[in-house]
């Protein structure tokens, strides 16, 4: 028999009719009605519960959100992200010729592509995911092969987005060294080395991203030269400086540029006023190459990623190692997906906590979708999950048993997708780009299905075959609190592409490294203990770098980490879901235009506080679902 289930909407909006004064004669009554918006506007979030077997689960969700299942596949896939993608195919396909094959042509490419995926990782789902699937699929009156690719394409698309961001990377302007003038004859050990003055202080060849600062106590009116380097040169037009959120560019008298080579471009930065002492500050440079792209147009340049440089001046006092980024106003950068977890010493009674903040792609889509589901199986812990309709799982989630997670993407090209290739690389001409696995949403589900704390939690992730990188926090009701990183050890190094970390765990430097204490965790979408997370190798002629290297990711996740690490730091021992709520709301930590849902776990006392349903998320209340029914 079909199981019972419920829908619960937010409470209809007073049509305007309704406020026509009573004596209002019958012709203005009509006029108002006929000119006046519907009475309820249709709920961007809604609550829903499922209950039964899985396919019976499957079936009510599918039913209950039948027209935002539908919605949701069009305007996100169909009308979104399949010409998103589709653009990538150039670029790929010069790269995996089979992309050129009529099956992938004529607008089929993004949907084949990640059809293909999805079948590969269908492997990896259980009988009782599958059904549920089939239920949502039913229910929805969309195909299953439909439903199986909206349920995956998150992993996918995230995978085959890196490979081709490497793509167009490999052919943009690289960074070859930064030099702080004078750095090397200022009597500070500017690299904190434990060496004064040495040959080539304040010099860094080869250049490589720092997760914290790359040089302190430089002199206010120190000059900054960045060595650019493209093998079809580095146009001077189009370099961009920010430093100190001032405009720096090739007509400012302050930047003096000079074309050392015909592959080399030597900037020099010399702000006409001495930067303030005592400052922690930031250099954003920026720059397109000489070649420009005319397939598919615009015709453009190619351009390398924003690179911030993080530094002090004289007087700071502080250590490379302990830099934390200020925010940039320059307007142009947003947050990344943020993830926290408290306890102890941080939270008011030591209440357990996780919260979340989750960005990625809303295209004016996702938040229309948005639902919050309470599972209730026939057999096993009853759970929420908070995401979008028609699909079986969320990002963030928490069960009766009181365990949590929290996951937000890290940007890898030690991911199935690229391991697919090397598998194929003896015959590139018939290699594709195929995702296998579990993507991370489905582990969340196993979380909630089966652990029973956080380490169990964080065990069910690690002994998992993951799909794509991804970062994590657990938590649980009795104060338990993991994190973990993983990769999908595609050269399989011993790691098994997992990276558990404790609190209390110190990198190289002395750092915790994702901790202020040891009772919390702040973790956003870049690696911060699996920072080597792949070889650096030529493919077929294309470059494969570790993260920090490229990922439009690892910059925008260090500044909201040191951002909320700051806050909690200050907030220890008043910490609450209110405080969660509002941390999570500041706009510092807020993406304005792919913000996708706010949650915060209170879990000792089993309710899930989220914000959805408009963008940015948190532009809208927290409203509170029980975990139990």
Same mark, same amino acid.
């Given at each position: 028999? !079909?199981?019972?289930?419920?829908?619960?909407?937010?409470?209809?909006?007073?049509?305007?009719?309704?406020?026509?004064?009573?004596?209002?004669?019958?012709?203005?009554?009509?006029?108002?009605?006929?000119?006046?918006?519907?009475?309820?506007?249709?709920?961007?979030?809604?609550?829903?519960?499922?209950?039964?077997? +899985?396919?019976?689960?499957?079936?009510?969700?599918?039913?209950?959100?039948?027209?935002?299942?539908?919605?949701?596949?069009?305007?996100?896939?169909?009308?979104?992200? /399949?010409?998103?993608?589709?653009?990538?195919?150039?670029?790929?396909?010069?790269?995996?010729?089979?992309?050129?094959?009529?099956?992938?042509?004529?607008?089929? /490419?993004?949907?084949?592509?990640?059809?293909?995926?999805?079948?590969?990782?269908?492997?990896?789902?259980?009988?009782?995911?599958?059904?549920?699937?089939?239920?949502?699929?039913?229910?929805?009156?969309?195909?299953?092969?439909?439903?199986?690719?909206?349920?995956?394409?998150?992993?996918?698309?995230?995978?085959?987005?890196?490979?081709?961001?490497?793509?167009?990377?490999?052919?943009?302007?690289?960074?070859?060294?930064?030099?702080?003038?004078?750095?090397?004859?200022?009597?500070?050990?500017?690299?904190?080395?434990?060496?004064?003055?040495?040959?080539?202080?304040?010099?860094?060849?080869?250049?490589?991203?720092?997760?914290?600062?790359?040089?302190?106590?430089?002199?206010?009116?120190?000059?900054?030269?960045?060595?650019?380097?493209?093998?079809?040169?580095?146009?001077?037009?189009?370099?961009?400086?920010?430093?100190?959120?001032?405009?720096?560019?090739?007509?400012?008298?302050?930047?003096?540029?000079?074309?050392?080579? +015909?592959?080399?471009?030597?900037?020099?930065?010399?702000?006409?006023?001495p930067l303030a002492s005592a400052l922690t500050t930031t250099l954003v440079i920026g720059a397109?190459?000489?070649?420009?792209?005319?397939?598919?147009?615009?015709?453009?340049?190619?351009?390398?990623?924003?690179?911030?440089?993080?530094?002090?001046?004289?007087?700071?006092?502080?250590?490379?190692?302990?830099?934390?980024?200020?925010?940039?106003?320059?307007?142009?950068?947003?947050?990344?997906?943020?993830?926290?977890?408290?306890?102890?010493?941080?939270?008011?009674?030591?209440? +357990?906590?996780?919260?979340?903040?989750?960005?990625?792609?809303?295209?004016?889509?996702?938040?229309?979708?948005?639902?919050?589901?309470?599972?209730?199986?026939?057999?096993?812990?009853?759970?929420?999950?908070?995401?979008?309709?028609?699909?079986?799982?969320?990002?963030?989630?928490?069960?009766?048993?009181?365990?949590?997670?929290?996951?937000?993407?890290?940007?890898?090209?030690?991911?199935?997708?690229?391991?697919?290739?090397?598998?194929?690389?003896?015959?590139?001409?018939?290699?594709?780009?195929?995702?296998?696995?579990?993507?991370?949403?489905?582990?969340?589900?196993?979380?909630?299905?089966?652990?029973?704390?956080?380490?169990?939690?964080?065990?069910?992730?690690?002994?998992?075959?993951?799909?794509?990188?991804?970062?994590?926090?657990?938590?649980?009701?009795?104060?338990?609190?993991?994190?973990?990183?993983?990769?999908?050890?595609? /050269?399989?190094?011993?790691?098994?592409?997992?990276?558990?970390?404790?609190?209390?765990e110190l990198d190289a430097t002395g750092r915790r490294y994702a901790s202020t204490s040891d009772?919390?965790?702040?973790?956003?979408?870049?690696?911060?203990?699996?920072?080597?997370?792949?070889?650096?190798?030529?493919?077929?002629?294309?470059?494969?770098?570790?993260?920090?290297?490229?990922?439009? !990711?690892?910059?925008?996740?260090?500044?909201?980490?040191?951002?909320?690490?700051?806050?909690?730091?200050?907030?220890?021992?008043?910490?609450?879901?209110?405080?969660?709520?509002?941390?999570?709301?500041?706009?510092? /930590?807020?993406?304005?235009?792919?913000?996708?849902?706010?949650?915060?776990?209170?879990?000792?006392?089993?309710?899930?506080?989220?914000?959805?349903?408009?963008?940015?998320?948190?532009?809208?209340?927290?409203?509170?679902?029980?975990?139990?029914?």
């Open positions: 028999m !079909f199981a019972q289930s419920t829908l619960l909407r937010e409470k209809p909006r007073v049509g305007c009719a309704a406020l026509i004064p009573p004596k209002s004669v019958t012709v203005i009554l009509v006029v108002a009605l006929s000119s006046c918006a519907p009475f309820t506007k249709p709920p961007t979030r809604e609550t829903i519960e499922v209950r039964g077997t +899985p396919y019976e689960r499957g079936l009510s969700h599918g039913t209950q959100l039948r027209s935002k299942v539908r919605s949701f596949y069009t305007t996100l896939l169909t009308n979104s992200l /399949f010409p998103y993608l589709s653009r990538e195919q150039p670029d790929i396909a010069s790269f995996l010729p089979e992309y050129a094959a009529e099956r992938y042509q004529n607008g089929n /490419f993004a949907y084949e592509l990640m059809l293909d995926s999805a079948k590969n990782i269908e492997r990896s789902l259980n009988k009782a995911t599958r059904e549920e699937l089939q239920g949502v699929a039913d229910g929805s009156g969309m195909t299953y092969d439909q439903i199986l690719v909206l349920n995956t394409f998150v992993d996918t698309v995230l995978a085959v987005r890196g490979v081709a961001l490497a793509i167009r990377l490999a052919r943009a302007p690289l960074i070859k060294s930064v030099e702080f003038v004078g750095a090397d004859s200022d009597g500070v050990d500017n690299d904190n080395d434990g060496q004064v003055d040495e040959a080539g202080e304040g010099h860094f060849e080869p250049y490589i991203p720092e997760l914290f600062g790359l040089a302190v106590e430089l002199a206010p009116q120190a000059s900054i030269r960045i060595a650019l380097t493209e093998v079809d040169g580095v146009d001077p037009a189009t370099v961009r400086l920010y430093l100190n959120n001032q405009l720096f560019t090739h007509e400012s008298p302050a930047v003096v540029m000079n074309e050392v080579s +015909p592959t080399e471009l030597q900037v020099t930065l010399t702000p006409a006023t397109g190459d000489k070649k420009i792209i005319t397939v598919p147009l615009p015709e453009r340049a190619s351009f390398m990623r924003d690179e911030e440089i993080v530094f002090t001046t004289r007087g700071a006092g502080l250590h490379r190692r302990d830099l934390r980024r200020p925010p940039l106003t320059d307007g142009r950068t947003r947050p990344a997906p943020i993830a926290i977890g408290v306890r102890g010493s941080m939270t008011v009674g030591g209440a +357990p906590y996780l919260a979340h903040h989750f960005s990625l792609l809303d295209a004016n889509t996702a938040h229309k979708h948005t639902i919050a589901i309470r599972h209730v199986p026939e057999t096993g812990p009853a759970f929420v999950t908070v995401g979008w309709a028609g699909i079986v799982y969320g990002l963030s989630g928490m069960s009766d048993r009181g365990v949590g997670y929290a996951c937000d993407p890290s940007d890898t090209l030690d991911n199935s997708v690229v391991g697919s290739v090397l598998d194929q690389v003896a015959d590139l001409s018939k290699a594709k780009l195929l995702a296998r696995g579990m993507p991370i949403g489905f582990l969340g589900r196993r979380i909630l299905e089966q652990a029973t704390d956080a380490a169990s939690a964080r065990d069910v992730i690690a002994n998992a075959e993951r799909a794509y990188g991804w970062t994590c926090v657990l938590g649980d009701k009795n104060g338990g609190l993991e994190a973990i990183e993983v990769d999908n050890d595609i /050269f399989n190094d011993g790691t098994r592409g997992t990276f558990p970390l404790t609190t209390t009772d919390d965790f702040v973790l956003g979408s870049n690696f911060v203990k699996n920072v080597p997370d792949i070889t650096t190798l030529n493919l077929a002629g294309q470059r494969i770098v570790p993260q920090r290297q490229w990922s439009g !990711f690892f910059y925008r996740s260090r500044r909201a980490v040191d951002g909320a690490k700051g806050r909690l730091e200050a907030a220890k021992g008043s910490i609450d879901a209110e405080f969660l709520e509002q941390l999570i709301a500041d706009p510092q /930590f807020v993406d304005q235009s792919d913000s996708m849902n706010a949650v915060v776990l209170d879990l000792a006392n089993l309710q899930v506080r989220s914000a959805m349903g408009q963008v940015p998320a948190t532009s809208g209340r927290f409203e509170v679902t029980e975990v139990r029914p």
